[in-house]
């Protein structure tokens, strides 16, 4: 999916991280402790130009894991992922 896309400006593609409900032991972990929104990085955009022309990149590259704000942003659908 991430491939067909193509960002303009400073845009940023994030997949969000689904922690796991269950720990390697088998321990079922509540929902409640997983209040951390964390996502990896697919796509960057190519940056914005300052006032006197610069290109400046965006501060996060594909592949990074990034923190995300719980109600900001827009969310997109592709079959199963958000």
Not at 18 to 40: D, Y
Request: glycine letters at 10%.
């Amino acid at each position: 999916m991430a491939k067909r896309l193509t960002l303009l400006l400073n845009g940023v593609l994030v997949e969000k991280i689904v922690p796991p409900a269950k720990t390697h032991a088998g321990i079922l972990v509540p929902e409640t402790s997983n209040k951390l929104n964390s996502g990896k990085v697919l796509v960057v955009g190519p940056g914005l130009p300052d006032k006197s022309g610069n290109h400046v990149p965006v501060a996060v590259k594909e592949g990074d894991t990034v923190l995300l704000p719980e109600y900001e942003g827009t969310t997109v659908k592709h079959g199963e992922k958000e």
